[in-house]
């Protein structure tokens, strides 16, 4: 059963880049069906879909996030990646990677988390 | 941006109660609403979509129902293990956008 696990520094400068993997197992992520994306969840807030990609390099991204977004995949290592840049406080919080299923737009497959703190 | 407001932001109840979460959307989402459950701790885990459809292995005991702009997570003979933030999500338009969650304290 495929199961996605986030990895990445859980302590990022103010100003700097975020770069967050997410490593599945049990399954490949090269199937048409679906979208792998990210969403993260401040502290106090509701969650917030930030983006997602699929095997061809096909990319949707939230445009709240402007152009800070980059996402990328490794097919080979069956990895997925984001980097935010410029980070300020306001990008702390809990970040998922997930399985975002096309028929539909929902999230049926969600990694465990990574914390994520913007301090100097 | 379509928002999500879900009412209340937290509850108390007892086993065996009844529990209605309500999801509005601040313009026509269809029926393209999910619904999704986190325990403390854990990832969320889809339990309904569209708006009155429960994902295989999800207990009878939820439902959900709506449509247009209002919807509703119903859990009928609480358990403790239904002690979770509860999440909606429009999935018509894009920005996908999320209710900001209920928290159920059993």
């Known amino acids: 059963q495929l199961q996605l696990q986030e990895s990445g520094p859980g302590l990022v400068k103010p100003s700097e880049t975020l770069s967050l993997t997410c490593t599945a197992s049990g399954g490949s992520i090269t199937s048409s069906s679906y979208y792998w994306g990210w969403i993260r969840q401040a502290p106090g807030n509701g969650l917030e879909w930030i983006g997602g990609i699929r095997y061809d390099g096909s990319i949707f991204n939230n445009p709240s996030f402007k152009s800070r977004i980059s996402l990328s995949m490794d097919t080979s290592k069956n990895q997925f990646s984001l980097r935010l840049t410029s980070v300020t406080a306001a990008d702390r919080g809990l970040y998922y990677c997930a399985r975002h299923l096309l028929v539909g737009d929902i999230f049926d497959l969600w990694g465990q988390g990574i914390v994520v703190t913007v301090s100097s | 941006d379509i928002q999500m407001t879900q009412s209340p932001s937290s509850v108390s109840a007892s086993v065996g109660d009844t529990v209605t979460i309500t999801c509005r959307a601040s313009?026509?989402?269809?029926?393209?609403l999910a619904w999704y459950q986190q325990k403390p701790g854990k990832a969320p885990k889809l339990l309904i979509y569209?708006?009155?459809t429960l994902r295989s292995g999800v207990p009878l005991r939820f439902s959900g129902s709506g449509s247009g702009r209002d919807f509703t997570l119903t859990i009928s003979g609480l358990q403790p293990e239904d002690s979770a933030t509860y999440h909606c999500q429009q999935a018509q338009t894009f920005p996908y956008t999320f209710g900001q969650g209920t928290k159920l304290e059993i």
């Open positions: 569209p708006a009155s």
């Open positions: 313009e026509p989402i269809t029926n393209w």
